[in-house]
């Protein structure tokens, strides 16, 4: 398949990357492209790594099985790190993005020699400084779709407002914290 962006998330049980990809199929097919957002199910629970991915492409996907070889990893939780190969198949052309306070160059020395470009984003602080609980969802999803280029920025926070709203119609603050995690996200991302 021609221009395909493949995408691997890496969580633990509850962190919400199932929901993030499927935000991201569901944002990027606004914009008129084939997408797949799925989780890799087995005996997950509360905690346990888990995997989603997404497939994004000009053309109509007929490829249905998990991603070895992604052009980008999103970490959800940096512990994963130390137990699971979040840089397996991953592509040098790519990135992983990471959620910790820490710099893409110390990251970087974790990755066991990935060659590709290393970025990282505080999703704990973002998420509890603008919607008051930590989410790493929802700034770990604007940072993938700034480090990855699948859709442009303006379009992405315009397709996410318009989705709060539509879920989130009678508790506005919900919203607003959302939203405002999403734009510090995208301009808080480090290593691009």
Request: glycine letters at 8%.
């Amino acid at each position: 398949m021609a221009n395909v962006v493949e995408i691997r998330w890496h969580a633990r049980g509850g962190q919400g990357a199932k929901t993030a990809s499927e935000l991201l199929a569901d944002a990027v097919f606004e914009t008129g492209k084939f997408v797949q957002g799925f989780p890799e199910y087995g005996p997950e629970r509360m905690g346990a790594p888990i995997a989603a991915y997404n497939r994004i492409s000009d053309t109509k996907i007929r490829v249905h099985s998990n991603i070895y070889e992604p052009d980008f990893a999103v970490v959800l939780d940096e512990s994963l790190l130390e137990c699971v190969d979040c840089t397996a198949g991953l592509k040098e052309t790519g990135a992983i993005v990471v959620n910790t306070s820490k710099t893409p160059d110390e990251v970087r020395a974790e990755l066991g020699g990935y060659k590709g470009k290393v970025c990282t984003l505080d999703a704990r602080e973002i998420s509890e400084s603008c919607i008051g609980r930590y989410f790493p969802n929802t700034p770990m999803l604007a940072a993938i779709v700034k480090v990855s280029g699948v859709m442009p920025d303006d379009v992405f926070i315009k397709d996410m407002e318009s989705s709060l709203k539509r879920k989130f119609e009678s508790k506005p603050q919900v919203i607003e914290g959302n939203m405002n995690a999403f734009k510090r996200a995208i301009s808080e991302v480090k290593g691009l």
